[in-house]
């Protein structure tokens, strides 16, 4: 089964139906609620969609989409190996560098972002949603 990583902006662009991305998005999510492919985050990621979302949905909704996300969204974990990597690495974003050393430190080699400038010095395979789902076809 093919494993990915998931960035904030695809589950953000699903969990609130931003269009024009969100029907891709919403094909990523939906394969990996049927199981085609296996999804994956960090609790950093589940932090900043639910922070940039908690103003514009009401807490108890947000919390129930973000549980149901994860009955088909894993969660990795980051430790103190990945933060060091971040921190030497040349990211100019520790951010998107704790998501990329988290997922090295893995056995997963994708992932799936719309803003792939921010992951140009991963060793990873960096697609958007619209060119992974084209690989499946």
């Known amino acids: 089964m093919t494993k990915l990583f998931i960035d904030s902006d695809i589950i953000i662009d699903f969990l609130i139906d931003r269009r024009p991305f969100s029907e891709s998005s919403a ?11 296996q999804g994956y985050v960090t609790p950093i990621i589940i932090a900043n969609v639910f922070y940039i979302l908690r103003k514009s ?5 947000l919390k129930l989409k973000i549980i149901n996300l994860l009955n088909y969204i894993d969660v990795i974990n980051v430790n103190k190996k990945t933060v060091m990597d971040a921190l030497f690495s040349e990211f100019s974003d520790f951010e998107d560098a704790l998501q ?24 990873l395979s960096v697609y958007t949603p619209e060119s992974f789902l084209k690989t499946l076809n």
């Not at 949905?57 to 909704?61: A, F, V, Y």
């Not at 990329?100 to 060793?123: C, Q």
Request: glycine residues 0%; hydrophobic residues 30%; charged residues 35%.
């Open 27 to 37: 094909e990523i999510i939906n394969r990996c609620a049927s199981k085609d492919i």
């Open 57 to 61: 949905i009401k807490l108890s909704n």
């Open 100 to 123: 990329n050393y988290a997922v090295e430190n893995t056995e997963i080699k994708i992932i799936i972002t719309r803003n792939l400038k921010d992951y140009k010095k991963s060793k």
